[in-house]
């Protein structure tokens, strides 16, 4: 049914030494995923996936931070890696700059492939993929490479002004942080967003959270979804580890 994963681009830069195969929770995929009309349902002998979605400043990577702390997720943020493969000089990092500063979206098979590669470098079992997806051909993209769908999407709701206020006091010398880019980055946040959101509330999956408040206050509103998923999310890596064990 499984079959390990061997699908990594050549193209995209190793900047972490590959543990494939090492860890307790061996990253695999299905097999039926070259299958393109096939429906992917989540499979217990999967990793715990977790989308983080929210428009730029809502505040997903601080939060991100803090569900790590105390939830023991490993955080994979589509933008750091993107802006890893930038300063590794890949054969992608000229391109992936330049969409970046225009406030663009990266071809999905660019972020899927180092998100997969940075899935797979881990011993851990539980993932929270920050910024992503950031649209519909990103979701798809990822469904189709990794053949599962998360378990759960956060969705950080904050108002724009409050977004661009936050970008722009952020200091950290991120090239997209600028009132030029972050106009465009809104806009295409809010032309894409929205059919992410919709789909994954009809799959009963979506936890909108209101934003607005301090970094605490919000968290508050976070832990709760985690804490009810504690006991899912222990049965999954339980799973897991059998299942690598029966593999080895
Ligand atoms: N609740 C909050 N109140 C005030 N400032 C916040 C709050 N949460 C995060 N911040 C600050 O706002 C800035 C943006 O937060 P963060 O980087 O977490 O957003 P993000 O959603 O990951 O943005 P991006 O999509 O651009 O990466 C940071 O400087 C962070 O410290
Ligand atoms: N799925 C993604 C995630 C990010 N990017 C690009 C475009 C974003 O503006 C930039 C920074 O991401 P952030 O750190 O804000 O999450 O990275 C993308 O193209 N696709
Ligand atoms: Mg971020």
């Known amino acids: 049914m499984w079959r390990r994963v061997a699908l990594l681009s050549s193209l995209i830069s190793h900047s972490k030494p590959s543990m494939h195969n090492q860890g307790p929770c061996t990253f695999k995929i299905w097999e039926s995923f070259t299958s393109q ?9 999967a990793p715990f ?16 931070a803090k569900i790590v702390e105390a939830f023991g997720f490993t955080h994979v ?3 750091d890696l993107l802006r890893r493969e930038i300063a ?16 663009k979206i990266v071809p999905s098979q ?29 979701r798809k993209a990822f469904e189709q490479v990794i053949g599962a769908e998360p378990d759960v999407v956060l969705f950080f709701d904050c108002p724009e002004q409050e977004m661009v206020k936050r970008v722009l006091n952020r200091n950290q010398g991120r090239v997209d942080d600028n009132i030029e880019t972050i106009k465009k980055r809104l806009e295409v946040f809010d ?9 994954y509330t009809q799959r009963g999956k979506l936890h909108r959270i209101n934003a607005v408040g ?6 508050e509103k976070v832990r709760p979804i985690f ?15 059998v299942d690598r064990e029966l593999d080895s």
């Open 110 to 138: 660019v972020t899927v492939q180092l998100i997969l590669k940075e899935m797979e470098s881990s011993d851990n079992c539980k993932f929270l993929i920050d910024g992503f997806p950031r649209s519909e051909e990103n």
């Open 77 to 79: 943020s589509a933008g």
């Open 227 to 241: 804490s009810a998923l504690r006991s899912e999310v222990v049965e999954r890596v339980r799973v897991m580890v």
């Open 49 to 64: 996936i977790t989308f983080v979605l929210g428009g730029p400043g809502s505040g997903k990577g601080t939060q991100c």
């Open 37 to 45: 009309s096939e429906v992917v349902t989540p499979s217990k002998a």
């Open 88 to 103: 590794s000089n890949s054969a992608y990092g000229s391109v992936i700059l330049s969409t970046i500063r225009e406030g």
């Open 191 to 199: 032309e894409l967003n929205w059919p992410i959101v919709n789909y």
């Open 214 to 219: 301090t970094v605490d206050e919000i968290f």
